[in-house]
Nanobody
Framework: QVQLAESGGGLVHAGGSLRISCQAS????????MGWYRQAPGSQRELVAA?????KYADSVKGRFTISRDNDKNMVYLQMHSLKPEDTGVYYC?????????????WGPGTQVTVSS
């Protein structure tokens, strides 16, 4: 098991920037990928960005968001620029492991990001 703890969410005006962080309780090198997902009210959870063998972004955030990781500190970050009201939601840190053909997903409790217009 791994514990994930997000931080850094808050309220920001449209066009602003925010960086959210995720602290893992064990080495993030143990996982095939680390990522960020978000869930808006009334919507399904969706992938925002992931960092594994390669980096992947949702089309809606390309060019505005950057995922990064500090393997020594077991930290994953999401730098968000040019924020839009539609970026509002709860952002969840995810750790993905593939073991003997089984997929395991671990989640943090989430951090709220609210973008006002």
């Amino acid at each position: 098991q791994v514990q994930l703890a997000e931080s850094g969410g808050g309220l920001v005006h449209a066009g602003g920037s925010l960086r959210i962080s995720c602290q893992a309780s064990q080495s993030i090198n143990n996982f095939a990928a680390m990522g960020w997902y978000r869930q808006a009210p009334g919507s399904q959870r969706e992938l925002v960005a992931a960092s594994g063998g390669h980096i992947k972004y949702a089309d809606s955030v390309k060019g505005r968001f950057t995922i990064s990781r500090d393997n020594d500190k077991n930290m994953v970050y999401l730098q968000m620029h040019s924020l839009k009201p539609e970026d509002t939601g709860v952002y969840y840190c995810n750790a993905f492991r593939l073991l003997h053909g089984q997929e395991y997903n671990y989640w943090g409790p989430g951090t709220q990001v609210t973008v006002s217009s």
